[in-house]
Structures are given as C-alpha cells and as structure tokens.
C-alpha cells in the first residue's frame, strides 16, 4: 500500500497526468502553421492565456497556447507551428487520431480587468494565438467594453493567421488593422508596416485603457515605449511571454527569468511586474 498522502497523488495525477485528446478538426493556416480542435474527455476549465502540454506517446511533449476562450463543452483550440520533432509528428496525424494534453498550466488573464475598458490588442506573428483566447470572449461580450482594437502583423500575407476571423471582426465593427513587414509580391489590401505604426494615431484614453500583447521579443520593446508616450499606466499593460516553457510545473527551471518562473507566475504579466526583469522581454 502506498504511504503517499492521497492529496499528494491527487497532485501529481492533476500535474502530470494528461487526458486523452481526440483530433476532431485539422486546418492548415498557413505552410508551417496547422490549426487542431482537439475532443477531450472532460472541459478543460481554463482562463484566457493559458496554455497545454501536449504529447505523442513515444516521442515526447510541448507547451502549446491555447488558441479559444474559456468554453463549457470538452473542446480544445490550438495552432502548433511545425519546428521540430514532436511538432512534425503532431502534422502528420489525421482527424480521429489521439493526443495527450496535460494542463491548463499559467496564470492567464482575468476578464476582470477588462470590464468596462477600452482594450487594444496587439499581436506580432504568433502573438494572434494565444490572445485570439482573450479577443474570443472580449468580442463575445462586446457590450461590457468599450472601444476594442486590434492590431494584427506578420511577416507577410502568406503568414498571416485566422484572416477569415480578423475579417469577421472587422465586419462586428470591432477596429481591426492588418499589417504586414512587406508583401513580397503576394496579393495584398492591408496595411504595410509595423505593429508599432498605428499605435501613436490612436486616440486612447489612457486611464481608461488596458492593452494585452504576444508577439516575438524584439516586438515588445517598441510597443511599450509607444504606449508609454501615450500615458497608458504600466500596470494597464499586459504581457503574454512564450518563453522556453518545458515542464508546465515550475521544476525544470527552463522558463526561469531570475526569480519568475513563467509557467507558473507568467505567461501573462502587467508590465509593472517586469520593471526590475529586463531580461524578461529579451
């Protein structure tokens, strides 16, 4: 007989041990990025921001954002991009096939401190998938906000993600801009530029707004100078750092920014928390 508390094995069953995922759905979204409804044996239970661990038996795991916002039946959202190993794997599976996802692991947003603001999105690249699970409910429950803005870039159009739902939302009447680096000759009717561009034509009430952006490193830096001279309060400023997450559970100190471990503390932050972490948008 076991002399482990039965507490401690519910925390470790809850930890460590991932439920099964039935692939319901397969999109490509672009050459390398592939969208997954994933069907699992009981709701999820997460907040905006959060994200899985997602595994293949015999070849491993990945922390994967979650991609839809909080929802009452057994389904899972997500957007793998193909970098390696696993991921390649994970391309290769069919509609019906299994997955095990551990989780929700991080902190997440809370919808509380948005009620009742302006919110400005804005995402580079990838950044769109993590936070299309806060634009989700923000945009479901348009009416207890007030202007909502989303600012959309990537590279190029061939890499832009959820175009047909940027779309939808721009038709809603929420404030959309799409931006890319460049066009490379490819069909485009957006913008070109940075996400930065527009940021210091908006006319933000800074005490009445919160932003929430993801995007690549180098992104945040110029972003937060733009909204700091637009007087937007730091602790108004979230942040969803994707960082080197491994274990989802604090112990393998590969998310480990000085004393911050992101996978538990993180991956959502005010900036606020990060005054004395410059390490921490690097």
């Known amino acids: 007989m076991s002399t482990v508390p039965s507490s401690w094995q519910d925390l470790a ?24 409804r994933i069907e699992l044996e009981k709701p999820l239970g997460h907040r905006p921001g959060q994200f899985v661990m997602v595994s293949v038996l015999g070849v491993g795991e990945a922390p994967i954002s979650i991609s839809c916002g909080p929802r009452k039946d057994n389904m899972l959202e997500m957007v793998i991009r193909r970098v390696g190993r696993l991921t390649q794997v994970i391309h290769g599976l069919k509609v019906g096939d299994e997955l095990g996802i551990r989780g929700p692991y991080g902190s997440g947003f809370d919808l509380d401190d948005f009620y009742g603001r302006d919110v400005l999105f804005v995402a580079g690249g990838l950044g769109l998938v993590p936070l299309r699970s806060l634009i989700t409910p923000v945009v479901a429950e348009a009416g207890r906000f007030g202007q909502i803005t989303i600012i959309s870039g990537c590279r190029n159009p061939s890499e832009e993600l959820f175009r047909n739902q940027l779309r939808d939302w721009s038709d809603a009447g929420i404030n959309v801009t799409r931006l890319v680096d460049g066009t490379e000759n490819m069909p485009w009717e957006f913008g070109i530029g940075l996400v930065t561009d527009p940021i210091p034509k908006l006319k933000l009430d800074p ?20 909204l700091m001279s637009k007087n937007v309060p730091q602790d108004q400023i979230f942040v969803d750092l994707e960082r080197r997450m491994k274990c989802g559970v604090g112990k393998c100190g590969h998310c480990q920014i000085n004393q911050v471990y992101c996978c538990q503390e993180g991956p959502v932050f005010r900036f606020s928390s990060l005054a004395g972490l410059p390490e921490a948008l690097r």
Do not use: H, N, W
Not at 207 to 226: D, N, Q, R, S
């Open 13 to 36: 069953r809850q930890s460590f041990m991932p439920q099964a995922g039935r692939i319901a759905e397969i999109t490509d979204m672009t050459a390398k990025d592939r969208y997954f």
């Open 207 to 226: 005490e009445k707004t919160v932003v929430a952006l993801c995007g690549p490193p180098v992104m945040y830096k110029f972003v937060i100078a733009a």
